[in-house]
């Protein structure tokens, strides 16, 4: 049949795709290494005064480190690696990256069939699950090795980085959740920006008066969905939504002070000051928000995406100006994880520390991975690096100015169960929104199935 | 005669007009694509919707190709179009053997077989995730375009043997029966009479497989590793931080880009649907 | 006997490919998940058998039956929809005039994108308060509508998106128009059948292999619809567009419970595996395959 030309080609083809297959298969691992050379960067010999011993054996390693981000983070990364490799000349640094979408999913697979990168980048919400297995290093086993570890210690004593005893994520960066708003719409209503002294009652009001002043523009989007803003405001007004500490963990509503919050709320939404079920594309990239309650490590994004002046504030320490001041502690942007089984701990863990306080590394990732953790290096970065001008600066400002005037600073428990029970608030709040069900009914319906789920959790 | 060439004169204006009108709706995401891909980041999300870019750039589209520099978005295409190819060349022969033999053939067990080959269809791939990661681990095809392609190898998928196999059981009996009392082999039938006939669907099938293979962004995200291997969905990804912030004019940009190909294959594969299948030719 | 058995081997020879590839790479990951259905699987520790527990657990659960519920009625509405759209619009193609291929391209452009980032923001601004939609709607004098701000709309905003993407479908029944032989349509022609007789009489039953096969497809992938409600609505709002393969997938990837994801998995195909058969079974009452035909003129 090869004779007739009408076979000849698609037997070209099949040929082609034969040889293609068997190359496929063979360029494996091994033949797709990121080979970086390191380029002879003007890095001044960095003192370090947090530099562990180096290991005595110098054979040649290779560390696979993953991540997810944007561009700009994928080449500072790739940039303090090279950094990295200069200075441990015997460590090969193989990075993998992705965009945010299937990320985790990933990494969860790889971690089930122990084929995850030495160090992975992690979200904070997975720590606990990461936690329950033996998957993940502790870093208090070698607590020699990475020297940052004593310094950051105390900020590390909450469920993002621990999981009971184990401390299983080094933080990429800090973060805090604070408030953007938009300078220009503010001006242009004739209302004073928000400071740092708001209290939930003064925010609302300027809300209220932006809007009237220019219908198209709200306060904010929906602060309430995010699972700090609104246990953060109760417990301003004196109650917990999640007990921790009994056993089971219990969940309770504290129905008066859900209605003080909740009948502001209402009134906010009547007057449109902030959106109910609107859908109106609210960002700042559309022109139509006044504020929102943001994380601070995304400000060089949110910035780039609109031509208004943006400005920061912390979040309310109070909700009506009465009672005790109380902020959230900064919390980790995302985490370093070192997967347990990795036959390099050593030089796993020099990669972390390095990325924490090399300077150099510092100086080259900036905030692409939060908001530095170590005082030092966030002084360093924030006074030679940035020289206090930038939008950068004013992201360090306002999360170290998060850290400062409040009398108490605290985060809502997260026992077992918290996602699930966290889920189930979101339900129950739904069908309050679209007016499915009234306030009473959102409440009891709130406390009945997350307290199930963290019964549930708990067996 | 007059009337009847009036009528259908009428009929085709009739025709174009409502085709127009329907297309302005198939055409507006691209639309709405390409004209994004051009406008400054903080202009792309303005109310209300720009027809017209009021400032262009073209900065999304030099930023996308430069990609991560050392690895130039023209790496990606390359990528792309090897898995590609090679996934549609591999489906096409593979699945036309196995339909055939679903259509054709009697065997022990093919009922049962070939409701195991739809079945194949309804198992929700998130929960054989884990398991085939292993096979896949163990046969030494994580980080590799194999990877990409294998399955093509093996039918390429239930959707396209279950298709031309519908196709094949609509030709008729008759034309496999004459060659066989020519003295034809079954191969020879496969080959030579039946696969001729299936021309729309065979076409039909290398749009599909093309169209999948470069969107497809799960498979490759799940399995490829190296950077400098990565397909265009993938790509396109790793601009996208957090919940759609990041570059997204660039994704925007790089994904109007990445239709072009597409676009190219599927107009000159539709073309030789004019020309329809010769005819059921039952002479000899 | 020599010669079934040759018979035999001849068909497992050609179905070879796909039946190795089946035993590998789908028997044994399918057995896996099977076996995981009936345990306590987080991913990262090993399995823990919990017997019917997952079982209990799914039947108790309102989450179960809301999202069963949301998917079928989806299936039910966008089934019929998707394969009506895309039958016309194939018979509007399949016509000869000018330019046809320009539209051929046209229509199935959507199936190149919907898979696209851009796309399902570009939904959400459209269907916005005051997106295109909208403003459509208020320039010919209605109210405003709610797409995907609302409970009681979002579900069918998806059901005519999807109805949108009728370009894999279309193309199909595409195929199919063109293997139709010509002469038929010629001898109808000069026997007098007019244009409807002709649709009736040749064109529907010669269609109807492929009008089972965008069926089945249409019922199984409706039923595992996922990608529009993870990337627009997030399930939202308050869960009306909760499908049920999004339920399994926060069960697996967000609660890390993946065992009972697992059970969700096979009771889905269980469900689907029969409106399957069903449709298979009915099928041999209206579905014509030339095949079948013994002799005799057309």
């Known amino acids: 049949m090869f004779s007739n030309k009408r076979f000849a080609m698609p037997a070209v083809l099949a040929l082609f795709v034969l040889l293609s297959a068997v190359l496929g298969a063979c360029s494996s691992k091994s033949g797709g290494e990121a080979s970086s050379s390191p380029s002879p960067s003007a890095a001044s010999p960095s003192q370090q005064s947090q530099e562990p011993a180096s290991p005595e054996k110098k054979d040649p390693v290779t560390l696979e480190i993953s991540w997810w981000g944007g561009d700009t983070r994928h080449a500072a990364l790739q940039e303090a690696f090279k950094l990295f490799q200069q200075k441990y000349d015997w460590i090969t640094v193989k990075p993998t990256f992705s965009g945010f979408d299937g990320y985790a999913d990933k990494l969860t697979v790889q971690l089930s069939t122990d084929n995850a990168p030495d160090v992975f980048m992690f979200s904070r919400a997975l720590t606990q699950q990461f936690g329950q297995s033996d998957v993940l290093l502790n870093y208090y086993e070698h607590k020699e090795l990475i020297p940052a570890l004593a310094e950051l210690d105390p900020i590390m004593q909450s469920p993002y980085y621990k999981f009971g005893d184990k401390l299983i994520g080094m933080p990429t960066g800090i973060t805090s959740t604070v408030l953007v708003y938009n300078k220009k719409v503010f001006e242009e209503a004739q209302v004073p920006v928000p400071t740092d002294d708001e209290t939930w009652l003064s925010l609302g009001e300027k809300w209220s008066k932006v809007h009237q002043a220019n219908p198209k523009v709200f306060g904010d989007s929906g602060w309430f969905y995010m699972p700090e803003a609104y246990p953060l405001i109760m417990k301003q007004l004196g109650a917990e939504l999640i007990d921790g500490a009994s056993n089971p963990p219990k969940a309770s509503m504290h129905p008066d002070q859900a209605k003080t919050v909740w009948t502001w709320t209402e009134k906010l939404w009547e007057e449109n000051a902030i959106p109910r079920d609107s859908s109106d594309t609210i960002g700042f990239d559309a022109g139509n928000l006044a504020s929102s309650l943001s994380a601070a490590s995304v400000i060089p994004s949110t910035v780039a995406m609109t031509e208004d002046p943006l400005g920061f504030a912390t979040l309310p320490k109070t909700f009506d100006g009465s009672g005790t001041k109380i902020s959230m502690p900064p919390v980790p942007t995302s985490l370093w994880g070192i997967d347990a089984r990795t036959k390099h701990k050593e030089e796993a863990l020099l990669l972390v520390n390095f990325l924490l306080t090399d300077k150099d590394a510092i100086k080259t990732l900036k905030v692409e991975t939060g908001v530095p953790a170590v005082a030092e290096s966030l002084e360093y970065l924030s006074t030679e690096v940035f020289g206090g001008t930038g939008v950068e600066s004013e992201m360090l400002d306002v999360v170290k100015r998060s850290q400062q005037g409040a009398d108490e600073y605290w985060l809502p428990a997260q026992p077992l169960g918290a996602p699930d029970a966290n889920a189930a608030f979101q339900t129950a709040f739904e069908k309050y929104l679209f007016k499915q069900v009234d306030i009473d009914g959102f409440l009891a319906e709130a406390e009945k199935t997350m307290n199930e789920k963290l019964q549930e959790a708990a067996k | ?284 | 006997m020599g010669k079934t058995w040759k018979r035999h081997l001849e068909g497992y020879l050609f179905i070879g490919p796909w039946f190795i590839g089946f035993l590998v790479f789908m028997l044994i990951p399918a057995g896996w998940s099977l076996y995981l259905a009936f345990t306590d699987f987080s991913f990262l520790k090993p399995p823990v058998w919990t017997g019917t527990e997952n079982v209990r657990k799914m039947l108790d659960s309102d989450v179960f039956w809301k999202s069963l519920r949301i998917t079928s009625v989806y299936a039910l509405l966008s089934v019929p929809l998707h394969l009506g759209t895309a039958l016309l619009a194939a018979m509007a193609l399949n016509v000869k005039i000018r330019g046809i291929g320009f539209y051929r391209t046209v229509f199935y452009l959507p199936a190149f994108v919907s898979s696209s980032i851009g796309v399902a923001i570009m939904w959400k601004m459209i269907f916005s308060d005051s997106g295109v939609v909208n403003a459509l709607l208020t320039g010919i004098g209605l109210d405003r509508v709610k797409f995907f701000n609302s409970p009681d709309n979002a579900l069918y905003t998806l059901v005519g998106i999807n109805a949108w993407v009728l370009g894999t479908a279309m193309l199909i029944f595409l195929a199919g128009l063109q293997q139709i032989p010509r002469e038929l349509y010629e001898s109808a022609k000069v026997d007098g059948a007019g244009a409807v007789r002709r649709f009736r009489s040749i064109t529907l039953p010669l269609l109807t292999p492929v009008i089972l096969f965008n069926l089945i497809l249409g019922i199984i992938n409706a039923m595992q619809v996922f990608t529009n409600g993870f990337v627009i609505t997030r399930g939202g709002p308050a869960q009306s567009t909760y499908f049920y393969v999004l339920y399994l997938y926060e069960e697996a990837f967000k609660f890390f419970r993946m065992g009972y994801a697992s059970l969700l998995a096979w009771v889905l195909f269980l469900i689907v595996l029969l409106l399957t058969l069903l449709t298979l079974r009915s099928s041999s009452a209206w579905v014509f395959y030339e095949t079948e035909m013994k002799g005799g003129k057309r």
Not at chain 2, 87 to 114: C, E, I, P
Not at chain 2, 171 to 199: H, K, M, N, Q, V
Not at chain 2, 250 to 278: D, E, K, N, W
Request: proline share 4%; hydrophobic share 55%; aromatic share 18%.
């Open chain 2, 1 to 284: 005669m007059r009337s009847s060439s009036f009528r259908s004169a009428a009929a085709t204006v009739a025709l174009y007009v409502v085709l127009s009108l329907l297309s302005l709706l198939f055409v507006f995401p691209l639309y709405w694509l390409v004209v994004s891909s051009f406008k400054p980041l903080s202009a792309i999300f303005r109310i209300p919707f720009e027809w017209w870019p009021v400032d262009w750039t073209f900065k999304h589209y030099k930023d996308g190709w430069r990609f991560m520099g050392s690895v130039t978005f023209a790496r990606v295409y390359l990528n792309t179009a090897y898995v590609t190819i090679v996934s549609v060349v591999a489906t096409v022969f593979t699945s036309t053997l196995v339909a055939f033999g679903f259509a054709r053939l009697r065997f022990l067990g093919k009922n049962v077989l070939f409701v195991a080959l739809l079945a194949t269809m309804m198992l929700p791939t998130q929960v054989t995730l884990v398991p085939t990661f292993l096979i896949f681990d163990y046969l030494n095809l994580i980080d590799t375009y194999a990877a990409l392609y294998i399955g093509a190898f093996f039918g390429g998928g239930a959707f396209y043997i279950f298709l031309i196999r519908q196709f094949i059981m609509g030709l008729p009996f008759d034309l496999d029966e004459s060659a066989r009392l020519d003295g034809a082999s079954t191969f020879r039938i496969y080959w030579s009479i039946i696969l001729p006939l299936c021309s729309p669907v065979l076409i039909t099938i290398v749009i599909l497989s093309f169209t999948w293979t470069y969107n497809d962004f799960f498979t490759p995200l799940i399995f490829l590793s190296s950077i400098e291997k990565f397909t265009v969905p993938v790509a396109i990804n790793t601009f996208l931080d957090e919940a759609g912030t990041g570059k997204v004019g660039v994704a925007i940009a790089m994904t109007t880009l990445s239709v072009v190909p597409l676009l190219a294959v599927f107009f000159a594969a539709q073309r030789r649907f004019m020309q329809g299948i010769a005819t059921t030719g039952l002479k000899g």
